[in-house]
């Protein structure tokens, strides 16, 4: 009876953290779009959506527990890869260079890149976790998607990552975003395999 009630209890915590997070990226999502159409300054998007960004990516450190403690079934070192490289950009780049992030092009790119991808991720989970069938548009797009968006937002962050590398003062985090810059390459293949992985056991059960 207890293993029932803990199991339930997960699921709603699951569920409502799913939401929020479908939410909030969704927020940035149509944000981005509404201030690329309308504002003739590129760094519009920045000033209005950083904070947001911000806030919804650093609430996803909460996945690497889930991970760690089972909660979910998503391997730990893939989720704590994603989640520290995102982190790491969205505070040590974005927010700490706005001079360098805010202009560029590259900054909504990503924004639209991570955006898209997670809202359609935390949708998907949320409507499974709710017990609804999940629509199979979703879940080809869950799957499938990523071959376009993936290339757009680790490009972007690699550039914006390396503008700030020329800028800052500070050496050692120069040599130390320089090192982070290197591994985006190996990052990039883990991650490639990993979802081309997902998508095969996935979308063969259509």
């Known amino acids: 009876m207890a293993t029932n009630k803990s199991q339930s209890a997960s699921q709603v915590y699951l ?5 929020i997070c479908a939410g909030l990226w969704l927020y940035v999502l149509l944000g981005t779009a509404a201030a690329l159409i309308f504002s003739p300054d590129i760094s519009a998007v920045y000033a209005s959506l950083e904070p ?29 890869t994603q989640v520290f490289a ?8 974005n927010y700490a260079f706005p001079d360098t992030t805010g202009p560029s092009l590259a900054y909504p790119a990503m924004l639209l890149a ?10 998907y989970f949320a409507i499974a976790l709710a017990g609804y069938p999940v629509p199979r548009a979703l879940k ?8 376009i968006l993936y290339p757009i937002g680790i490009s972007s962050e690699w550039w914006l990552m390396l503008q ?10 120069a040599a130390l975003y320089a090192f982070f810059l290197g591994l985006y390459l190996p990052g990039s293949v883990m991650m490639y395999s990993y979802m081309f992985k ?3 056991k996935v979308l063969a059960r259509e």
């Not at 995102?86 to 780049?93: D, E, F, I, L, P």
């Open 86 to 93: 995102r982190s790491v950009q969205v505070w040590g780049v």
């Open 140 to 147: 080809w797009l869950r799957y499938s998607l990523f071959m």
């Open 164 to 173: 700030a590398t020329k800028v800052t003062e500070n050496m050692p985090l």
């Open 15 to 19: 569920l409502a953290y799913n939401t």
């Open 52 to 80: 947001w960004t911000r806030c919804v990516q650093t609430l996803a450190v909460a996945e690497i527990m889930h991970a760690a403690s089972g909660l979910i079934r998503s391997p730990v070192f893939t989720t704590f």
């Open 114 to 123: 991570w955006a898209t991808a997670d809202t359609i991720r935390y949708s």
């Open 198 to 200: 997902q998508r095969r």
